[in-house]
């Protein structure tokens, strides 16, 4: 399998684009003609072919400018990716998690060659190659979940398991939809949580929470989470909200098709062996309101969701101001027709 | 549910009452490695009933080349450690769940403090290894009531944080002294009888210590009991013999429930309970008082019923 | 002053009880300002509580260092600030042993970070008791700058490093002892809505 790798930016020009073979791919979030929250994981593993869901860690097209963006964003702010002292060991399950899924699942991209603890990484589509010795973070150019995660597309949190609870103690973060983990490090899974609105009376987060607590080796799940975002920017941290947030204001009918985002996050949760602690990798898609609007079905789904989603989850994903202008653009794609059960378009 | 079939490899008696098993892949490959305090399930057939205990790794965390278990034989129990010491035979395999952690080490400590009674002694060995690895200050306590019994001490490495008393000998384990005194930041962790873990418990309570700072780890087994019967959804009823627990029947009768810990621990087989004219004994550690005192839920893994009917969510 | 009741809000705003005496147990006391009156009631409730207690007050403006004395804590001591109180605290945190109580009381600007900190030094989380008392200013710390600024009354306020005007979210982080303020006016600049006193 061959990958084209764009050459694109998720800043300034934002000269990001999908190809129609990214368009059709995309994991469009809703199942059905109405949004609400609920639980919604499933099993990770595999799925149809050529999708986000078939690999393990999916690479696309985007790949090589995500990791570009993300350095830029670590150059600015450091403290993106933080990691309390205790989660070391948890950086290193992690690390080989992704190196082994990645060399198998993408042999052409990623090699990974182990004699005992000495490992040989090699990286093409970054041009990485590495000898290290695996436990020791002397043996490389920084701590094992920094150093990974600078190679993985996505955000990446490390929640340790103690209390009954899950705790949020180290991460990088540059993709975030709105959150910092400068602030948030360190809480747990209600508190990290506390600012969306309804679902904890909904009893979603107790749900899910002892659902994770017994997530077991070798069985991953996933689930889908989305939001709006204007311009295809990565980084829409609290940080920089004085930058970007003047964006928001920029939509008028002639643009939203080119500028409004549907942002949708695969997020996978993966129990790790050594530290018993959870990974949680939160993997960004981006496409534009008119790219989405070329697959039929979503046109017509994207504007009956949108349209009568509650007024609350409008304003705490950050759309709300933009709403109106969004729906009328919407309403020109869809015909009242009958649209097919699941994800996946026609 | 995934389960390895594992082959075993060596069967070393420890003391009169405990023997090691050590289990390897077939092929040779690398097992799953895991952390200090993880146990796994091992399946047994034994003669026509399927049993399922759960046993504490003992071996490195680090070291995929095996898992090793120490199992001490009750004869009076419900025959899973008779079958592993007297049908089980090196060559023979057996199907093994992956790891579980469920009495996992606080890496945040400053300094971890280990209580043992017993075949309670278990956990901490593979712990053991662990700290020594990652270089944390520890003390462990590892009581017994004579070397016989103290079947672990020949696993432990020759260290002055390790203290063996055993009671025969007339050197019992002071609670009070061994609570007292310890740098903020210590963590307790207590495997071992109930009686063991309740005076823990009681002793850290009156001297002070938050409850946050104290981990245990009981080996429920299900207790019997009189025979009793189970209405499901369908209108199904299932039986549950004296010396079988309810999730070993349903799981006979090839109901689906899921599980993890089977000791009343973990929540995994919290059942919901539509009708219940009787009442339910519960065994577990997992459902809080008022759930416990409603009667509408239950742990199929160690509790039971008895009454007239009652009918479960499945 | 009586004990603050705050309104019901997100799952990470902290919310405080009142103290509840452990006996005589060794313990940790720090009281600010008007939290001094939560000590005197807990005293008065259990004297014992006293017998080895480590009382540092932070008068703020206040007169009950007096009375606090009159307590006969094993240790007794002023200090003029939460800074100039620190190294002491930390010292006494770094000899304390497991069955150390602490028991604080004050405005959530000294609640948030004396918790912190001993949380840091290893008091696990339920060995902490806190009540609120006195004023309803916050610790706020600016997502932008990172910067924290103390004492503050209104909704939105100034940031008094890097000078953005920020609104006052109820988000809290334990680890910070501070609550997060975001620019008000990223998408609107200038415009900023009126500014209210922050209320419980």
């Not at chain 2, 025969?168 to 609670?175: A, K, Q, S, T, V």
């Not at chain 3, 603050?4 to 313990?27: D, W």
């Not at chain 3, 004297?47 to 094993?74: E, W």
């Not at chain 3, 008094?160 to 998408?187: I, K, W, Y």
Request: glycine residues 8%; charged residues 25%.
């Amino acid at each position: 399998m061959t990958i084209r790798f764009n050459d694109e930016t998720f800043r300034d020009d934002y000269t990001f684009h999908n190809s129609p073979e990214a368009i059709r791919r995309f994991p469009f979030p809703f199942d059905q003609d109405s949004y609400m929250y609920s639980v919604n994981l499933e099993p990770h593993a595999g799925g149809r072919a050529g999708t986000p869901f078939q690999n393990r860690f999916d690479v696309d097209e985007h790949y090589v400018a995500e990791m570009k963006d993300r350095e830029i964003t670590l150059a600015q702010d450091p403290l993106r990716c933080q990691s309390l002292p205790h989660m070391e060991l948890a950086g290193w399950d992690f690390l080989e998690l992704v190196m082994v899924s990645k060399a198998e699942d993408y042999p052409e991209l990623f090699e990974l060659h182990r004699d005992g603890d000495r490992w040989h990484w090699i990286n093409r589509p970054l041009g990485i190659e590495q000898r290290f010795t695996f436990l020791d973070p002397t043996t490389l150019p920084c701590g094992p979940l920094e150093y990974i995660t600078r190679q993985t597309q996505g955000d990446h949190a490390l929640l340790d398991q103690r209390d009954d609870n899950l705790w949020m103690d180290a991460g990088m973060i540059t993709s975030q939809a709105d959150w910092s983990l400068d602030f948030d490090i360190g809480m747990n899974f209600y508190e990290w949580h506390a600012p969306v609105p309804k679902a904890h009376e909904m009893g979603v987060f107790q749900r899910a929470l002892k659902f994770l607590l017994n997530l077991r080796q070798e069985a991953p799940v996933r689930r889908l989470n989305w939001t709006m975002t204007v311009n295809p920017r990565l980084d829409t941290s609290p940080e920089n909200y004085h930058k970007w947030g003047p964006e928001k204001r920029t939509i008028t009918p002639e643009t939203v098709g080119a500028k409004q985002h549907l942002r949708v996050e695969l997020q996978t949760l993966w129990r790790l062996p050594r530290s018993n602690a959870i990974a949680f990798p939160i993997r960004c898609y981006l496409c534009s309101l008119e790219d989405i609007v070329t697959q039929p079905k979503w046109g017509r789904r994207l504007h009956r969701v949108l349209r009568d989603l509650p007024d609350e989850l409008a304003e705490y994903k950050g759309f709300a101001v933009n709403r109106p202008t969004i729906v009328d653009y919407l309403a020109k794609f869809d015909d009242g027709a009958p649209t097919s059960p699941g994800i996946f378009p026609d | 549910m995934s389960a390895l079939t594992l082959r075993v490899t060596e069967i070393t008696p420890l003391s009169p009452l405990v023997t090691r098993f050590r289990f390897e892949h077939p092929e040779g490959a690398g097992l799953p490695l895991f952390s200090g305090g993880a146990h796994v399930v091992v399946e047994m057939p034994d003669a026509g009933v399927l049993r399922r205990n759960a046993y504490s790794l003992i071996s490195d965390p680090l070291d995929g080349s095996g898992y090793e278990i120490a199992v001490r034989r009750e004869d009076g129990g419900r025959g899973g450690s008779r079958f592993l010491h007297t049908k089980v035979s090196v060559g023979d395999l057996l199907r093994v769940n992956l790891p579980v952690n469920l009495f996992a080490l606080d890496l945040r400590a400053k300094k971890q403090l280990m209580i043992a009674g017993g075949i309670g002694i278990t956990p901490f060995l593979a712990q053991l290894k662990q700290l020594a690895r990652l270089q944390m200050p520890f003390e462990l306590h590892y009581a017994a009531r004579s070397r016989a019994e103290a079947a672990g001490i020949a696993l432990l490495p020759d260290l002055p944080q390790i203290h063996v008393h055993i009671s025969d000998e007339g050197n019992r384990m002071d609670l009070g002294a061994i609570l007292s005194g310890q740098p903020l930041g210590t963590h307790v962790y207590t495997c071992g009888p109930e009686g063991l873990i309740a005076a823990v418990d009681e002793t850290a309570a009156r001297l002070g210590w938050p409850k946050g700072a104290l981990h245990s780890e009981a080996f429920l087994a299900p207790p019997p009991g009189a025979p009793f019967t189970v209405t499901l959804k369908s209108g199904r009823e299932i039986e549950v013999g004296a010396h079988q627990s309810l999730l070993e029947a349903l799981e006979a009768a090839e109901v689906a429930v899921d599980w993890s810990c089977r000791g009343g621990a973990c929540g995994r087989c919290e059942t919901g309970v539509s009708a219940c004219h009787g009442r339910i004994e519960h065994h577990d550690h997992w459902l809080s008082d008022e759930e416990k005192a409603s009667q509408t839920k239950i742990m199929p893994c160690v509790s039971r019923f008895v009454g007239e009917t009652l009918t479960l969510d499945l | 002053m009586p004990r603050t009741e705050f309104s019901p809000s997100i799952m990470s705003r902290p919310v405080y009880a009142p103290l509840k005496a452990q006996g005589a147990a060794p313990a940790l006391m720090l009281a600010e300002a008007e939290g001094a009156e939560a000590i005197l009631e807990l005293a008065a409730a259990d004297p014992s509580v006293m017998d080895r207690a480590h009382l540092i007050f932070i008068p703020g403006g206040t007169g009950f260092g007096p009375r606090l004395a009159a307590l006969r804590a094993r240790l007794y001591h002023e200090a003029p600030s939460y800074p100039a109180a620190l190294e002491r605290y930390r010292k006494a945190l770094l000899d304390a042993h497991m069955g150390t109580q602490l028991y604080l009381a004050g405005t959530e600007g000294l609640i948030g970070q004396a918790s912190a900190e001993a949380l840091a030094a290893g008091l696990p989380a339920d060995a902490i008791q806190a009540e609120h008392r006195g004023s309803l200013a916050r610790r706020m710390q600016c997502v932008h700058c990172k910067g924290v600024t103390e004492g503050v009354t209104t909704d939105p306020f100034t940031c008094s490093h890097c000078g953005l005007t920020l609104f006052v979210r109820d988000h809290f982080s334990r680890r910070l002892g501070a609550f997060q303020g975001v620019c008000v006016d990223a998408e609107t600049p200038g415009v900023t809505p009126a500014v209210k006193e922050i209320k419980a």
